[in-house]
């Protein structure tokens, strides 16, 4: 569905949206930190992928993050030989477009990067769809690459439910990560080289701006490239 909108809809609308995400998601506030939270370790870098709609805004946001390393586009949840947009696209791969997520642990910790997911990157009430964005291609799943990952993620998820963070329950899944596959070259830093395509200035800089504004201390103006 989202290549019969992204040319149809005006980028006037990133406003109106941005205050649809948090109506729908979060409030304009960010989400309490974790209480719980993977530990630094000797300090190695971390792994994890995401997925939560478009890749191409999940992506960008966290290109934006400090501590981030690399944010790659691609997809998850399915097998190498049907990793393809296309196929993807069908809804019956099993793959959700999803973006790995490296970061280092001394400048952003895992239960940050889950707090800020959940508060600007995507809307977890959402089921096999994200806002335009419908099919189990858009679902919202955390690929843990840790057991420790796995407890935190279930915590987070058990600790914004019982503060009723959102108006709906929470439906994100958490799965261990089989595979990860890259997305196609011109899927990569999609938001950064098209700001004003009008798929991306409607739903995803909004997210970006969310960004900026809720979480200052972890946004870096110049994102990181995944290429």
């Known amino acids: 569905m989202r290549s019969l909108v992204r040319n149809a809809i005006k980028p006037v609308l990133g406003a109106a949206m941005g205050l649809a995400l948090s109506a729908a998601g979060s409030s304009a506030a960010p989400l309490p930190a974790a209480v719980s939270d993977v530990p630094i370790g000797n300090g190695a870098l971390q792994t994890v992928v995401l997925s939560g709609g478009c890749f191409w805004g999940v992506q960008g946001v966290f290109e934006h993050v400090k501590g981030v390393q690399k944010a790659i586009s691609g997809y998850a949840g399915g097998k190498a030989a049907t990793a393809h947009y296309e196929i993807v696209g069908t809804g019956l791969t099993g793959h959700a477009e999803s973006v790995k997520i490296v970061f280092d642990p001394k400048q952003v910790t895992f239960g940050e990067i889950l707090r800020i997911y959940f508060s600007v990157a995507t809307d977890p009430t959402q089921l096999n769809h994200q806002f335009p964005d419908e099919g189990p291609q858009y679902r919202g799943e955390i690929f843990y690459t840790s057991e420790a990952q796995k407890a935190v993620a279930q915590r987070y998820i058990a600790q914004l439910t019982a ?62 490239s995944a290429l």
């Open 163 to 224: 503060a009723r963070s959102f108006t709906g329950p929470i439906v994100t899944r958490i799965d261990p990560l089989t595979g990860f596959f890259a997305a196609e070259a011109y899927h990569q830093d999609y938001l950064t080289l098209h700001p004003d395509q009008p798929y991306i200035a409607t739903y995803d800089l909004p997210k970006v701006a969310a960004l900026k504004a809720q979480f200052p201390t972890f946004y870096r103006p110049r994102p990181v």
